[in-house]
Structure formats: structure tokens, C-alpha cells
């Protein structure tokens, strides 16, 4: 596990895999720890969030600047990032209590109600772009309900698994409640295969999200997947077109472009296309590349080489088809692996920015002649996380229902929040996280009938 800074090239850390007797010995205490956790009285689980968002808080700049060396991430956003975190632990301390209670149902029965009992161990494989979110969003309603977590982080961020097992003893969980583990994916298969684990939720690529589904379907185990997003951002004529730009930049470059809610396709109605070119581009152009540990820096570098080479090619296919490149277009000459900000126009849907997944700093506009081809390019994509809708508040409510997408956002970016049911449909994945229905997603809702 190599932990290289984006920034400078440079290897900043190197951790060896764990054994398969290290495997074994931090299964065989998830299991055990699940056995006490789970009879753990809630309001004494609560307890060890409510600290745990004060370890958080407590080492912000620590797990800031970590996020930072490790993956590129703005330092200001990594901030935010963490704040978030501490945010829906004190959430779900707050409210597990009620979302957990029974649900009493009258029947013909003298008494007829469901439960919620956790599963047990759970395996998290979580992804590098938000290495701290990704966790908390699993861990804070999934160990709130009772499960134990078992973390395979990804292997270019191990500095950041560290820190958050650290953030999980120094706020008291007890031992085998929440551990992580430096595996390959062959070792992953074998644990997700192994019978002490009951459930696994991983975020990552469709490609991935296939390959886990398979085994995990092989064995009959629940699984929850957030994969990866194209998100249509469908601008009509009728919106506040100063907001819809400045909401437009941040839904595409926040996180450097490297998120699976980021907005992708930019699919802008005929009759204020234009305007929307020369404003979005103008915006571009103002956006301040360098240091992500400057304070007034927009855009940092991508997390590793091998995806900006990617997206690189992503984007001469899509020249090479027809599109127009007005700002940026190559990465940058300098040290680490900066992309430019680009803007990419005249795009259509046989494209591969609009067609594949564009992980990185590129938006995509796409010409619609009117709002039903804009709704309709919108849902021509495989994947179908989430949406937004710029217009009218009112025409806003009367069109959500025509999007295909597991979140649609009218006049503001789609984003997770610990209040709401957070997931996506089609290649975008299934399951929820946060909200009542992910603190559910991992446990038995178990129907007791009495006679």
C-alpha cells in the first residue's frame, strides 16, 4: 500500500499487506466485538459517536492536510470533508434511537410489529476521493444499528485508514468494533466469501461494483453499491442564469472533478445555450489551479496518473468525434498530475464525455432543442445516480418525476446529506446509505406476529 503525494510525485509512505493470520485474528475480533456490541445499549453507542465527532473535529487539521497529501483534495474542502463526517455521527447518535424503533402494525394478532437487529460484520470497501465521507457515511448509521466494521480502504490512501481506526479508539469503541485491513483484491474476494461476514457496501466503479455483486450473490450476502455517475446538469430556459453558472463550476470541479455526483453532462437548452457557453467558459478560465494546500486555489491535481491519463484519452476520443474543446483540453507541464479545467462543446451522446464516466476536471455541454429532448438526453445514460434540474421552482416540481436518477436536485448540485437517503439505480448501483433508509440497509427487519 504506497501512499504517492499528487502535488510533487513524491512516495510519502509504504505499508505492507496484513497476513492471512492478521486477516484471521482481526476477523475473529470483529466477530467477538459484534457479540458485545450489539447487546451495547443504543444511548451508550450514541455516547462513543457524540466523541468520535469530537476526535474529528479535535484533529481537523491533521486528517485535513492528510486527505490533502494523499489525494490532491482542495485543503479547504478537505476541512468541509471532515466537518461532514462529525456532522452525521452527532446525526445518527441523535436519531438511531427513533429510526431503530419497532414498528407496530395492527394486524389481527393481539400484537404484530417489526424490528430492526443488526447483521453482524460488515465489510466496507471504500475508495479514495472522499477517504473520510465515504467511511463515516457507511460506518455512522451501519454501527449505530449494531454491526461491526471491518475497512478495506483504498490502497492509495493507507495514511487515512490509519488516522480514522485512530479516531475510532481514541473516542473509546470497543476492541474489534471497528478495524482495517491492508488487502489485495484476491484477499478481499476471500473475506467477502468468508462466513464470519454477514454484508458488505462498497462505493467504487461499476466495474468493481460487478465484480463484488457476483461473489457477494454467490454467497447470498446483502450488499450495498454506490458506483459511478454521469450526472446530467439540465439547464432550461427559464432558470436564474447567474446561479446556474456559479453552481455549475462547483458542481463539476469541486473534489477536482473526481467525484461520482459531480456534475458531468452539461445538457443546456437551445434558447439560452449560448449565454451558458460564454458564461460556464468565462468561469473556467477564472479557475485557479495549483497547491491544494493554498488556501485560494480552485483545482488541485488528480489523485493519481494512471486516471489523468485516462481522462486524457477520454477526451482526444471525444475531439477526435466531433466535439470542440474551448478551454483547456491537456495536462498540465509541471510537477504532479494536474489536468487543466476544461470545457468541451458540441458533444453528443456517442461521445465518451458523455457516454463513459469523466472522472476529472472536464465538463461536457450538450445542445438540447428543447425540454423534452433535454430530459430526454438527460436519461440517456447507463448510469442513474443523481440529477439536477435548473429552472423555475415550480416547473422544477412538475418535472422531477421525468428524471432517472436515484437523487434529483432543482437549483442546487446533488450532494449527500446524513437527513436524506443517499444511492443510485441502473450502472449507478442499488441500496441506500444515510437517512432511515441506509441506517436500515444492514439490518434483519424482522416481523414478530403474537397470536
Known sequence: MRAINPTTEELIAEFPEHTNDEVVERL????????RWRHTPIVERARHFRLLADELRRGITHLSRRMTDEMGKPIAQARSEVEKCAWACEYFADHAGSLLEARHIETEASDSYVTYEPLGV???????NFPLWQVFRFAAPAMMAGNVALLKHASSTPGCARDIVELFDAAGFPPGTFQHLFINNRKT?????HSDVAA?????STRAGRAVASVAGESLKKCVLELGGSDPFVVLADCDLDHTVEKAVQGRFQNNGQSCIAAKRFIVEEAVYDEFVARFKSAIEALKVGDPHDEDIDVGPMARKDLRDELHKQ????????????????PLDRPGYFYAPTL???VTPEMPAFAEETFGPVAAVVRARDTD????????SDFGLGASLWTSRSRGHTLVGRLRAGFVAVNEIVKSDPRLPFG????????????????????????IYVA
Open 28 to 35: 475473529n475480533a470483529a466477530r467477538e466485538g459484534f457479540e
Open 122 to 128: 460488515v465489510l466496507a470497501i471504500m475508495p479514495w
Open 189 to 193: 474476494e476471500e473475506l467477502i466469501r
Open 200 to 204: 458488505l457496501t462498497l462505493t467504487g
Open 315 to 330: 477526451v482526444k476520443r471525444s475531439l477526435r468525434q466531433g466535439a470542440r474543446c474551448l478551454v483547456g483540453g491537456e
Open 344 to 346: 468541451l462543446v458540441d
Open 373 to 380: 429532448e433535454a430530459i430526454e438526453l438527460a436519461n440517456t
Open 424 to 447: 443510485g439505480i441502473k450502472d449507478s448501483g442499488f441500496g441506500r446509505e444515510l437517512a432511515a433508509e441506509g441506517i436500515h440497509e444492514f439490518t434483519n427487519i424482522k416481523t
